[in-house]
């Protein structure tokens, strides 16, 4: 009776890191907005990570965290750090890894509390007429096993695709205020 119990709780135990073997590690969520400014005054704008701070919900969670930069903003290379105390804020720095002027900002996430990770994402602008932008912001991302386990009680696609839309309508509001 003891051996059957011990064999059904290491069952227990070994089941969720079994599972976590078949559960997808990666997400990706994309989300848009149409803004009324020509596409150069909108580029010109998500170009310059530290104008982020006007817009990202992410900046706005602790309007008391540290920040810290090196480069030139606006160019690849340039790298724009956070540290905070509050748990959902943590530390971390982004980077612009690419600029195709006009067009693409790519950059790199690097999370370093309260988890590690390093994941990517990036700003698309694309004129629709003379005075309309679309913008498009997009975040790819991972969990390493047997985190990514959580993706089953989780909806980090969800919870990210809602913060880059209130984000999204709050740069529009920005820019379309100027």
Do not use: C
Not at 44 to 51: D, M, S, T
Not at 87 to 106: C, F, S
Not at 139 to 165: K, R
Not at 168 to 176: F, R, S
């Amino acid at each position: 009776m003891l051996k059957k119990l011990l064999l059904f709780v290491l069952v227990i135990i070994a089941l969720p890191f079994v599972v976590a073997l078949f559960v997808d590690r990666t997400y990706s969520v994309t989300t848009q907005v149409i803004i009324d400014k020509p596409v150069a005054q909108v580029f010109a704008y998500v170009k310059q990570l530290k104008n982020q701070d006007n817009f990202s919900v992410w900046a706005q969670m602790d309007p008391a965290m540290e920040k810290h930069y090196r480069g030139t903003d606006g160019t690849v290379g340039f790298v724009a750090g956070w540290q905070s105390d509050k748990e959902d804020v943590g530390a971390g720095e982004q980077e612009i890894m690419r600029i195709d002027e006009g067009k693409r900002i790519d950059y790199e996430l690097r999370f370093f509390r309260p988890f590690e990770s390093t994941d990517l994402a990036f700003m698309e602008t694309q004129a629709l007429s003379a005075n309309q932008t679309q913008v498009v912001w997009g975040f790819d991302g991972h969990l390493d096993y047997p985190m990514n386990l959580m993706f089953l009680f989780m909806d980090f696609e969800g919870m990210i695709s809602n913060d880059l839309n209130q984000g999204l309508n709050q740069l529009k509001t920005v820019l379309e205020t100027q």
